[in-house]
């Protein structure tokens, strides 16, 4: 069993749409929770980042975090063509802070 | 503008031929990492280095190897590339203290083995 499972989609939205990402994961050990996008044929770059459970909001993107289900999700409001990517979650544990595990990814269109 | 760059942006190289992967940061950042990403794949970390303290991860094949002479810049070395490396190698930063867990990413080297 991986320690992050990630639905790999695609999934294809219209525009506008609210999306849902979500992974999940066994190790209760982590505390630290993000959520990296991903451009076809680019190195990722940190969209949200949570420590612990709890929400976070930024801007379109809010990520949530339920550490009692192991189950952590990403929305993004109001979506656009632009948001077409790749999104990986990442954890990572207190004691071994600069190892990130991260999800497969799952692939988003956003239809115009 | 801060960054992470990695050259060559796609590297080409025969069965069996060693190839470096080289990255630099203008970021200042202490921790430096190397990811290989197969396609649909998560980013899989190799080692790390930690200032000048080099982290192995225990299922990293021996076929890699990394130095890191500053700062700045940190090379991935691979002694006898096989098919099975092909792959997209991704280096990142991060810095110690704060969000020590935001790690910053270059555009990433796409390695073909032929």
């Known amino acids: 069993q991986k320690e992050v499972e990630q639905d790999p989609g695609p999934l294809s939205v219209p525009e506008g749409a609210i999306v849902s990402l979500n992974c999940t994961y066994s190790?209760?050990?982590?505390?630290?929770f993000m959520w990296y996008r991903q451009y076809s044929r680019k190195g990722p770059e940190l969209l949200m980042y949570?420590?612990?459970?709890g929400n976070k909001e930024d801007g379109r993107f809010t990520a949530q975090v339920d550490k009692s289900s192991k189950y952590i999700s990403l929305f993004i409001r109001d979506s656009q063509p632009s948001d077409s990517a790749t999104y990986l979650c990442?954890?990572?544990?207190?004691?071994?802070?600069?190892?990130?595990?991260f999800g497969s990814g799952t692939r988003l269109l956003v239809r115009p | 503008d801060a960054m992470v760059i990695q050259n060559p942006r796609y590297q080409v190289t025969q069965f069996g031929k060693p190839v470096t992967l080289s990255c630099s940061q203008t970021?200042?950042?202490?921790?430096m990492y190397w990811y290989q990403q197969k396609s649909s794949q998560a980013p899989k970390l190799l080692f790390h280095?930690?200032?000048?303290?080099?982290?192995n991860e225990a299922d990293t094949p021996d076929n890699f190897q990394s130095r890191r002479p500053n700062t700045s810049f940190c090379f991935l070395d691979i002694r006898s590339p096989g098919l099975g490396d092909a792959a997209m190698y991704l280096c990142?930063?991060?810095?110690?203290?704060?969000?020590?867990?935001?790690?910053?990413f270059g555009p990433g080297t796409r390695l073909t083995v032929t």
């Open positions: 990142a930063t991060s810095r110690v203290g704060g969000t020590a867990y935001e790690q910053y």
């Open positions: 190790n209760s050990a982590f505390q630290y």
């Open positions: 949570t420590y612990s459970s």
């Open positions: 990442a954890m990572s544990a207190l004691d071994s802070s600069y190892k990130l595990i």
């Open positions: 970021l200042n950042h202490n921790v």
């Open positions: 280095y930690y200032d000048k303290d080099f982290n």
